[in-house]
């Protein structure tokens, strides 16, 4: 997949139509499909408690008040957990220590979608499986940083809060449903990190609390259409 792939699956991603097969004849139904979300997305004005804003400085404004007052704020917290008492034994889990692989890494890209929503770097799953002889060592050098050194993790400690609305007519900003779109590497690290733990995940949970891990969840749900 040259350049221009991954630009026709940039804009197919853009436009949610990932179900059509990404080629040169649909790129024209991509565009129009994009323009369309685009208006349809598009915030025209914002209700606040004193007033309505249309210009696009006056709508930042009132976005900004908004999440300002809900996000980074630090809760004290009441109480812990005291593990001895709940029959907890530790694990040893030092292997999860060791150092990522490049075959880990790229077994890892190549496992996800590709055409997911890109963060603040602009880059998908997509580039980085095309591009992947060209930018493997800068990948594996950058995920060696985070693990040997815990450095570098301000530099992604950003995102891009897209606001979408859950309805035709929405004025106010409780009226849009915020998604965080957070940078490429990321997503990775925390993809690898999953998958390093997933096998363990059978010694850590209980049976009975395994609601959330897919595989257990599959068992289950076989075993109660058995019986």
Not at 60 to 79: C, K, M, Q, S, W
Not at 212 to 227: D, G, Q, V, W
Request: with cysteine; proline share 5%; hydrophobic share 40%.
């Amino acid at each position: 997949m040259g350049l221009a792939a991954i630009e026709k699956s940039r804009i197919r991603q853009k436009s949610r139509l990932t179900n059509i097969k990404c080629g040169d004849a649909n790129t024209k139904l991509f565009h129009v499909r994009s323009s369309s979300r685009a208006r349809k997305n598009y915030v025209q004005c914002l209700q606040s408690d004193k007033w309505i804003a249309l210009t696009h400085k006056d709508k930042e404004e009132v976005i900004g008040d908004y999440f300002r007052n809900h996000l980074g704020t630090v809760v004290p917290r009441p109480a812990t957990l005291l593990w001895s008492a709940l029959g907890y034994s530790p694990r040893d889990l030092s292997e999860l220590e060791a150092p990522f692989t490049e075959d880990e890494i790229k077994e890892t890209i190549h496992s996800t979608p590709g055409d997911k929503a890109p963060g603040p770097d602009g880059f998908t799953r997509a580039f980085f499986k095309s591009c992947w002889e060209i930018v493997k060592s800068d990948v594996v050098a950058v995920i060696a940083l985070f693990v040997m050194n815990s450095q570098g993790f301000d530099l992604l400690n950003s995102a891009n809060i897209i606001l979408l609305p859950k309805k035709p007519d929405a004025r106010r900003v409780t009226d849009y449903k915020p998604i965080s779109l957070i940078h490429s590497i990321a997503k990775l690290f925390s993809k690898i990190l999953a998958n390093r733990l997933a096998p363990l995940l059978d010694s850590l949970v209980s049976k009975w609390q395994s609601a959330f891990i897919k595989k257990a969840y599959m068992i289950i749900s076989s075993t109660s259409r058995t019986l």
